[in-house]
């Protein structure tokens, strides 16, 4: 079995999704989010927070591979720098734990889950459920974040079948 946790890195919310991987069967561990801003209004704070709730997760769960969104840039460059600092700990935090680190655009991710890489997040969450057979999803960074780790699994599927091939 093999366990793939989806991060969706924010600097105020992290989403996060966990599934195993068990002979072409993909099952929800767990999802949720780590809220940051209502806990601390210091950003150094807020980081620090998120690598003791990674840490958690990290120890209960024990994820092979991780699957975290790459980073883009938005409107607002301190938007970027702050996100890049809560994605550096979370590859941090994944390597700390040898897991495997993919990384993956948001459009690509999209685009393999919906059919469109312009696809909103309520259109992720809504394709999301009928996928993985949930009837809610509360969070859309949780359902970025499973979007993450599922788009990761039909990667490893095409991959091992791929090599059976050959």
């Known amino acids: 079995m093999i366990k793939i946790l989806g991060i969706d890195p924010g600097s105020q919310v992290t989403g996060f999704g966990l599934l195993s991987l068990h002979s072409g069967r993909v099952q929800v561990m767990t999802y949720g989010i780590i809220q940051l801003k209502k806990e601390s209004e210091n950003f150094n704070e807020r980081i620090h927070l998120l690598a003791q709730n990674l840490d958690i997760l990290f120890s209960k769960y024990q994820p092979q591979i991780v699957s975290i969104e790459k980073i883009f840039l938005g ?28 990384e993956y655009s948001t459009r690509e991710v999209k685009k393999g889950i919906t059919g469109s890489g312009g696809a909103d997040k309520h259109q992720v969450n809504e394709v999301l459920k009928h996928l993985l057979g949930l009837k809610t999803i509360n969070y859309l960074d949780a359902s970025d974040a499973l979007a993450l780790a599922f788009y990761h699994t039909s990667r490893v599927e095409i991959n091992k079948k791929w090599q059976e091939m050959v």
């Open 75 to 102: 409107k607002n460059p301190d938007s970027a720098f702050k996100l890049g600092h809560a994605r550096g700990v979370c590859i941090q935090k994944a390597m700390e734990n040898k897991a495997q680190v993919f």
